[in-house]
């Protein structure tokens, strides 16, 4: 399934390393086991893929209980990252930070660390270098606020072999390093921009359950707010040093742009065939277009009235590029911090089998992430159709149709009532009045609200899949929960 897998860093290719690690691998055999029977069993037929995601299941542990603590830090650190001399700049990059959020992407980072560090024959040097780096220097330093650019250290060179750690400390093992939790913070800042931008272009009065920024702030704060939040946490991304995760992380907010665009040109001409780059990960798998779309398309369907597979194709799109993307890049960059990423593992001399083994652990972390995103974005349409807007703690109740979206349900709705008033309601955007109405009536009355859900349902058990490659542990516990969480969440 081309986009389950994960985009490759092409540029760190090549980059060989002449080091010798004693004592630090890990038993490569029973690793390998560890992995080819996890691949066995995502490969296989449903039957043995139920049981695989049965037994991630049968341990359960609640995610604030493996990383609560480290989540309440998490939002004084992101507090620090973005103080500013401007007063009103300072006060609209925290605004969204003050409310209570669900705080996923950080958790499922924090708990993605846990759950894979450890488990490349590079984690000891990886975790050596981790702690050396300079990721908790301050950045509001008087020069920094001040305007003057500071100097960094130059970046290692990729292809200099890096010195040997001192000592290799195994008990310090699905612990998380400083530049993991890092990584935690920027993706909620990114995140938090990205809705600081959203709510604009939503013109959104609500957000968290209290007046939105744009309508506290004013639209231009907070297209300024988002753009500041961005630039702070490229800053701590920079001080990862490390180039395969600030290429994923890049590539996230370029994602979240182009699938805004896309949303946006999808209400201006509903079947434009939109462009992306990155296209294998950002399709949707052929298995998935058969399934959920297809296989319910009727043989004698006029094209011309009712939805395309194209049009269905776009949003699934859509969706990884505005919401899985995060999820996926992040997940990924986790495992990649704790030395199973292409530069960790082609800078330390490690076995052909032993460099799988790490690539395996960064794929699981992608799909993973991925197919959490794709179920969130989809329940959070469903949610739409069913939440009142006390309880979302934003426009609800029909709120995506205000804004002439077709997501899923009236999508699968309007393929079942291909006679139906829907295609002529999509087309004209819901513009006229009365066309909301008919078409919350339209979608409610079909199978499409229990079709997406279904949807959702298999992406929800794609994750557990994936997460079969780790070994067991509370972490790896606490993500199946977390991705139980997404599918049941009412808000
Ligand atoms: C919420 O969607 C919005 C997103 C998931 C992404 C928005 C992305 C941009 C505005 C592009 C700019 C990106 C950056 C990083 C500055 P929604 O409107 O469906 O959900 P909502 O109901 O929560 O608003
Ligand atoms: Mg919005």
Known sequence: MPSMARPRVSALRGAQACMRVCGVWRSASSWA??????KNAVASDSTSAAQGAAAVSSLTHDPLAVVGQDLSVLRQSISTLLGS??????????????????????????????????????????????????????????SVLNDVNPTPPPPPSPTAPRPLPAQYEPKLQHTILPTQRRLAEITEMIHVASLLHDDVIDASPLRRGAPSAPSKFGNKMSILGGDFLLG??????????????????????????EGEVMQLRAQE?????????????????????????????????????APTRHQFQVYLQKTYLKTASLMAKSACSAAVLG?????????????ATQRAD??????????????????????????DFH??????????????LKLGLATAPVLYAWQELADSPLGTLVARRFSEPG??????????????????????RYHTEAAHKALAVLPASDARAALAQLNEQIITRVK
Not at 279 to 296: I, K
Not at 436 to 455: D, M, N, P
Request: net charge negative; proline share 4%; glycine share 6%.
């Open 387 to 400: 939440a009142t807007t006390e309880a979302f703690g934003k426009p609800s109740g029909g709120a995506d």
């Open 269 to 305: 001409t509903v079947s434009e065939r939109v462009p992306v780059t990155d296209l294998m990960s950002t399709m949707p798998s052929a298995e998935e277009l058969e399934r959920f779309w297809t296989a319910y398309a009727p043989s004698t369907r006029d094209a011309a009235v």
């Open 33 to 38: 086991d560890v992995v080819q029977t996890a």
């Open 358 to 383: 790490a690539a395996a652990v960064c794929d699981a972390a992608y799909a993973y992430g991925r197919h959490v995103g794709m179920a969130f974005q989809l329940v959070d349409d469903l949610l």
């Open 85 to 142: 001399g401007q007063p009103s700049l300072d006060r609209i990059a925290k605004y969204y930070f003050a409310a209570e959020g669900k705080h996923v992407r950080p958790m499922m980072v924090l708990l993605m660390a846990k759950a894979t560090n450890g488990l490349s024959a590079a984690w000891g040097m990886q975790r050596a270098h981790a702690i050396g780096e300079d990721v908790d220097k301050p950045m509001n330093r008087e």
């Open 339 to 351: 030395g199973c990423g292409e530069w960790a593992t082609q800078s330390y001399a490690m076995s």
């Open 232 to 257: 702070r946490a490229s800053i701590a991304l920079a001080r990862l040093r490390d180039p395969e995760v600030t290429e994923l992380m890049s590539t996230v907010i370029a994602n979240l742009v």
């Open 435 to 456: 066309d909301v109405e008919q078409a919350l009536e339209l979608v409610h009355r079909s199978q499409g609200l229990a079709r997406t859900a279904q949807l959702a």
